[in-house]
């Protein structure tokens, strides 16, 4: 049977020198597949020599071919010709389909040897890759092909061999198949012999076929390798990749390297990305790299995207090559040449994390947007920011309905963040109940399917807040279950309690943070980042991979700004927190001036680097992006009354088509009714829900007279309390404010509440509405309770001011105090704390209950130094006693002198009594 193999080129230098190398039985191959060769087929060593043309981009060749007008053939070799007709019909078949036949004409015409059989099978492939059967069989392509037979070349034997096992244009008919396959096979033919070997492995041997398949595969590379030629890259990266699949010979890493290499050296492009891919993934695998950034710098310079990409990849993180961010956007930019989702996706992605320093090219990083949304197989993520882009050029309600289109796309392409932001726009339109219901379809999917957990807090505030039938408390409450369960809410954590933090002591604290800070919050970044810096024990690798994490988001400076102002206990330490809010500007601009602004007002930062020009100029940025409480800053800054009608005029077309909720509210004073209705609205639909926000719009509604929407959102903010002290006794307050006595139950509920989670401040307004005679919580037994509990706090913190209510109270509120406790001794308690109040109002209680001359002279006294310790009110009757003898001698000239001090400080009384006694030198 050997005597028939014949091969119809002769061998070659490259040959000769390949098969030399020839070891048909080695077994260093990775034995994983038991029904394959263990072969080695190794190159020969050349000497590099650009000899293959390498494969242009997808983006030209598609190019060449829409430009051409159909008659003269573009002036290339009739194999790169071929080539490019194999790619078009891998890209499009059916949009290339005419364009093919057409070339194969002209191929025909060019070529008289490539007349024929070689012309017909290349129609007859088109039509395969189109799936045109029907054309196939109509025109009898495949039967014409096989006329003659006498005179078919192997690879029109083998090509035969298929369509007749396959049924394709022809009866089936295996028979004949393998007839042809083994004429093919005997004949040379590499893609037969290969065929023949793995159905032979396979045991599916075919009759007439006995050759040991290790010798066939061996003729088979030998036959692939032939002439070096320009396409011997083409027929050698075969052999690599029957090395790297492993189906006929066994997998082997190495030669599949070696023969990508080989090719690569001879100029195939596409090779020298295999062989960097080989060492970038060094599976199996020994890397190199030198010979990894070699050869991705050979495919990248050829123009291969991918290794662009993976190129500028290695210059952005500065991995084996010094980081260069320059030569990354250069590389990133030729890749989205290209016109492929990979380049356009890195530019865009890039200049997207390095806007401070790439910022001037922002238009380009939209217009590589742009380009990716017109692919098929377009992300979602693309359209999400495409909104984005829509929000920012146009405002959030200005371009709200181009916006949501894009959403809607990123939502049907399963984008997460899409679906959260298309979830909020249809939430701030307030429109459609539908549409409500809809958001929260949105945002659950998020968080049940997609695995997404912060849009719990969302879910929670829309249905607190947002929902026109708001509150829906049951609900809102179940997505703030489901954010706590899943440890998701807000870590609430004092700045000085972070410094301080044990982890041995606090390893579950700690490890909520690591895991809060994981999320991307600015907040618990912040939070993690100082508890690493003030940890003893802390890595500094690990410092300094979380300070670099913490650089891909924004606002995290600001955040850490927050806390260094927390901790800090002079000026000098607040430099520091200036210092942070001075790089966030630097860093974002007019979405940190707001902060850097606001500080400088808080801390009246007033030296030279800083004055109220500088701050008016950082406030016009945000002011002139739609941020609300620019906009109040302003107005404090221009002192007069009519500086917020200034501001508004001068910002009310961004607060139209961009304005924030504060920026809403901020114009609702200065617009019409209708116009009010829709910011309200507006505002309604973005707000932050809770309690700060929800009390703003409360006093809003009660500014332009709406008690009934007032009350609303009074409602719901007593829903957002929690366990915030403050909040429970603001709202108690306003409570009281609003409606009196009436509302003496449920305030009283409030400060019972607060105080008994620790917040003294309750006490004072428990206390009130204990002693207040005309509300449904007089209780004088409660009342003396908590002057009970003042005198046992080591503080005393409230017992002067609980004195001072009691004293205003009736004389019969008093005597049911008395009864119940030593009042006497309960003064003395207050004025021995040394508060200078306390000491005033015991002595005024000992001056009404004198009964004697020493307890008016005590009481004197205790006004003596309550006046010599500031007290304006003990001033006055401190000089009251010594002009009138009450408890002391009487001195006029030290009277007086104590009076006009507490008149200079606004006592009445004691200008009263120095008229009245004429102290002013005419007696």
Avoid at 99 to 116: F, H, K, N, S
Avoid at 155 to 160: G, T, V
Avoid at 205 to 224: H, Y
Avoid at 331 to 357: K, M, N, Q
Wanted: net charge negative.
């Amino acid at each position: 049977m050997l005597k028939r193999i014949s091969f119809s080129r002769p061998a070659l230098t490259v040959c000769a020198a390949l098969w030399t190398s020839v070891a048909p039985f080695a077994t260093n191959a990775q034995e994983t597949n038991a029904n394959a060769l263990a072969l080695s087929f190794v190159p020969p060593e050349i000497d590099p020599v650009k000899v293959c043309v390498p494969r242009e981009p997808d983006i030209d060749t598609v190019a060449k071919w829409e430009e051409w007008d159909g008659q003269r053939l573009p002036n290339i070799s009739p194999a790169l010709i071929k080539r490019d007709v194999n790619r078009l019909l891998q890209i499009d078949p059916d949009y290339w389909g005419a364009t093919v036949q057409l070339v194969i004409t002209r191929l025909e015409e060019a070529d008289p040897a490539y007349a024929g059989h070689n012309a017909l099978l290349a129609r007859i492939n088109a039509y395969v890759a189109a799936g045109d059967y029907a054309t196939l069989n109509d025109q009898q392509l495949v039967a014409q092909l096989a006329e003659d037979g006498t005179t078919h070349s192997p690879r029109i034997q083998n090509a035969l061999a298929e369509f007749y096992r396959d049924g394709i244009g022809v009866e089936r008919d295996i028979d004949r198949a393998n007839a042809l396959l083994v004429e093919a096979g005997f004949a040379g033919n590499a893609d037969a012999l290969l065929a023949l070997t793995k159905m032979q492995l396979d045991g599916d041997g075919v009759p007439g076929w006995d050759l040991d398949p290790g010798l066939a595969v061996t003729m088979a590379f030998g036959s692939l390798v032939g002439e070096l030629d320009a396409s011997i890259c083409d027929r050698v990266t075969r052999i690599a990749r029957e090395y790297h699949n492993g189906e006929i010979v066994a997998p082997n890493t190495d030669l599949a390297h070696d023969w990508y290499r080989f090719a690569a050296d001879l100029g195939d492009s596409n090779a020298a990305w295999k062989v960097a891919e080989y060492h970038l993934q060094a599976e199996n695998f020994t890397k190199d790299n030198d010979l990894l950034l070699h050869y991705l710098t050979q495919a990248s310079d050829d123009g291969l995207p991918y290794a662009q990409i993976a190129l500028g990849g290695m210059y952005e993180a500065g991995s084996l090559v010094e980081q260069d961010l320059d030569k990354t956007l250069e590389l990133y930019r030729v890749a989205a040449t290209s016109g492929l989702r990979p380049g356009l996706t890195r530019l865009t992605l890039f200049l997207e994390s390095h806007a401070d320093r790439f910022g001037e090219f922002d238009i380009e990083r939209v217009r590589a947007l742009q380009a990716l949304a017109t692919l098929d197989d377009v992300p979602g993520w693309v359209y999400t920011r495409l909104a984005k882009e829509v929000y920012e050029d146009k405002g959030i309600w200005a371009g709200q309905d181009e916006a949501i289109v894009y959403l809607e796309r990123a939502a049907e392409l399963g984008d997460m963040d899409g679906m959260i932001a298309l979830a909020e726009a249809l939430v701030a339109r307030r429109g459609d109940p539908a549409e409500f219901e809809r958001a929260v379809d949105l945002l659950s999917y998020s968080v049940s399917t997609l695995g997404g957990v912060l849009p719990s807090q969302t879910l929670h505030g829309m249905f607190m807040c947002q929902a026109t039938d708001s509150p829906r408390v049951a609900e809102a409450e179940h997505w703030a279950a489901t954010q706590f369960a899943t440890d998701t809410a807000n870590l609430e954590i004092a700045a000085r309690e972070l410094t301080q933090l044990d982890p041995s002591e606090n390893a579950l604290t700690v490890a909520s943070l690591q895991s809060h800070a994981l999320y991307g919050r600015p907040g618990a970044l912040a939070n993690y980042l100082k508890f690493l810096e003030s940890s003893p024990d802390t890595d500094p690798a690990l410092l300094a991979f979380w300070q670099e994490y913490a650089d891909r988001y924004s606002s995290v400076l600001e955040a850490l700004a927050e806390l260094e102002f927390e901790l800090a206990a002079n000026p000098q330490q607040r430099l520091v927190a200036f210092d942070l809010l001075r790089r966030q500007y630097q860093r974002a601009g007019s979405d940190a001036a707001l902060a850097l602004a606001q500080a400088m007002l808080d801390y009246e930062i007033s030296d030279e680097d800083f004055n109220t020009n500088e701050v008016r100029a950082l406030l016009e940025q945000p002011a002139s992006r739609g941020q609300g409480a620019a906009m109040h800053l302003l107005t404090s800054l221009s002192g007069s009354e009519s500086g917020g009608r200034h501001v508004y005029l001068q910002y009310a077309d961004v607060i139209a088509a961009n304005g924030d909720f504060d920026a809403l509210l901020f114009a609702v004073p200065f617009v019409d009714e209708q116009t009010q209705k829709t910011y309200l609205s507006r505002a309604a639909g973005i707000i932050r829900c809770d309690y700060k926000n929800t009390m703003t719009m409360a006093q809003i509604y009660l500014d332009i007279g709406d008690q009934d929407l007032a009350m609303h959102w009074i409602d719901v903010a007593e829903n957002l309390l929690g366990d915030n002290t403050w909040a429970m006794i603001d709202l108690a307050e306003v409570k009281l404010d609003l409606h009196g006595t009436a509302a003496a139950e449920s305030a009283m509920a409030l400060f019972e509440t607060a105080l008994a989670r620790g917040d003294v401040n309750a006490a004072r307004g428990v206390f009130d509405l204990a002693l207040d005679t005309e509300a449904a919580t007089f209780d004088p037994t409660r009342a003396a309770e908590l002057i009970t509990a003042a005198l046992e706090d080591p503080n005393k913190e409230n017992l002067a001011r609980f004195l001072g209510r009691y004293r205003r109270a009736g004389e019969a509120v008093q005597a049911q105090i008395g009864q119940q406790l030593d009042m006497p001794q309960v003064f003395l308690a207050s004025a021995q704390t040394g508060d200078i109040y306390s000491m005033r109002v015991y002595a005024m209680y000992l001056r009404e209950t004198a009964a004697n001359g020493d307890q008016l002279m005590e009481s004197t006294q205790w006004l003596a130094r309550a006046a010599e310790g500031g007290d304006t009110t003990a001033m006055a009757e401190y000089g009251y006693a010594l002009a009138f003898g009450i408890g002391t001698e009487a001195d006029l000239p030290s009277a007086l002198q104590w009076l006009e001090q507490a008149a200079a400080n606004g006592s009445i009384k004691a200008g009263a009594i120095t008229a009245l006694l004429d102290l002013n030198g005419d007696t």
